[in-house]
């Protein structure tokens, strides 16, 4: 699994986000054919794991610009098309939970959790309300549960393929993100690297911007 939460959770934006936890994948995958893994094998055993954050439909744009920019990866290693799919898991933001006020964060949680879904994600972990006080407690963990279930069994949005699909605003926002996530990308792979870039600290100065 690529994590992309430590750099949501570090402050990173969702165009960084991507773009490292692609780079990330690109190395790894790098690895898997060096020891002589086929390029098939190695893309269909890596999935990802992204933070959600409360920015509603720029969240939904990156997890759908996600899936271009992967299918646009595995394409130029060689991949097949069953290949090209991603493996998608979110877990909602640690970043964006107050301290003072720990009942707005099950508001929060199940904004991030609706856009998750909308974006399409495979799985999904919604994080207790009061996880950035204390450890989660019986009541805290059956509302965590609940959000999930509120959304798939009352709301039905797990019946709908890719519900944001034909919006103009977010098909627009999701070429833009990608295009972004994309040209980040490539100044990582122009250093060597994910491993490179964060050795000399690129990583972390773009995130400090």
């Not at 986000?17 to 994948?25: P, Q, R, Y």
């Not at 933070?51 to 920019?69: H, P, Q, T, V």
């Not at 970043?95 to 399409?120: C, H, I, Q, S």
């Not at 060597?192 to 100065?205: D, N, R, S, Y």
Request: hydrophobic share 45%; aromatic share 10%; charged share 20%.
């Amino acid at each position: 699994i690529v994590h992309g939460e430590p750099y949501h959770n570090g402050g990173a934006n969702a165009v960084q986000e991507l773009a490292f936890a692609f780079a990330t994948a690109v190395e790894y995958m790098s690895e898997c054919l060096e020891r002589g893994l086929m390029i098939d094998e190695a893309a269909e055993r890596i999935s990802f794991s992204f933070a959600i954050g409360s920015n509603f439909f720029m969240e939904i744009a990156k997890l759908r610009a996600a899936r271009l920019i992967w299918s646009r990866i595995v394409q130029a290693f060689g991949g097949n098309e069953q290949s090209q799919k991603i493996a998608l898991h979110a877990r909602t933001s640690h970043f964006t939970k107050t301290v003072y006020d720990p009942y707005v964060n099950m508001l929060r949680a199940t904004a991030e959790a609706f856009a998750a879904v909308v974006g399409g994600v495979s799985s999904l972990h919604v994080s207790p309300f009061d996880e950035a006080i204390q450890p989660a407690d019986e009541f805290s963990r059956r509302i965590a549960r609940n959000t999930q279930l509120i959304l798939l069994e009352e709301a039905h949005v797990g019946k709908v393929i890719d519900p944001a699909g034909g919006s103009y605003y977010v098909e627009t926002l999701t070429v833009q993100v990608a295009e972004e996530a994309w040209k980040l990308f490539q100044q990582i792979e122009a250093k060597g690297g994910m491993t490179k870039a964060l050795e000399e600290g690129f990583v972390q100065a773009e995130v400090e911007k």
